[in-house]
């Protein structure tokens, strides 16, 4: 079961319902649809979700399940957008936000990431070739829909005449 730790659009913060992994991947898979039709706005889930699954350690996600359901999620954030995910990294998109008490370090990397926050081409990278990692010690099932992550990157960077991962 994963629980939601990012905000919530309720006022009601002390939310501790739990998701199982086919919820959580479902929710994302639903919240990427938003992000590509609303702008900027969602841009911080993707970044969130980017973050938890591929700049973090997957030793600290609690258990291999856990591990493998954020790769999942990241992974699903990348084939249903990448191109959007691309374009963003071009922009430097949230690379200049505020980070001060009020609001943290919201766009920040991840422990494994200690490149400039927001989206941006080194971040980009960075995913792509720690999908790549990942990918050796995932089970079976994960190994394909990361590969189908990778394709999805390489062909965005061809498509833009960049290859990222040399």
């Known amino acids: ?13 002390e939310d501790d319902r739990e998701f199982t992994q086919p919820e959580w991947l479902n929710l994302n898979s639903f919240i990427v649809r938003l992000f590509n039709a609303q702008g900027k706005w969602f841009g911080n889930f993707a970044i969130w979700e980017l973050r938890n699954g591929l700049e973090e350690d997957a030793s600290d996600a609690g258990s291999a399940a856990a591990a493998d359901a954020r790769v999942l999620v990241a992974s699903e954030w990348i084939k249903k957008s ?8 071009v922009l430097g998109t949230f690379s200049t936000e505020p980070e001060d ?5 919201p766009y920040r990397g991840g422990s494994l990431f200690l490149g400039t926050r927001g989206f ?16 050796s010690g995932a089970s079976v099932s ?9 394709q999805t990157m390489s062909s965005i960077e061809q498509r833009n005449q960049l290859s990222l991962l040399k």
Do not use: Y
């Open 142 to 150: 994960v190994q394909s829909v990361i590969a189908e992550a990778v």
């Open 101 to 105: 008490a009020a609001h943290g370090s």
């Open 1 to 13: 079961m994963l629980k939601w730790t990012g905000p919530t659009f309720e006022l009601d913060a």
């Open 120 to 135: 941006n081409i080194e971040r980009w990278g960075f995913c792509k070739r720690r999908l790549v990692e990942l990918r």
């Open 82 to 89: 990448g191109v959007r995910l691309w374009n963003e990294s």
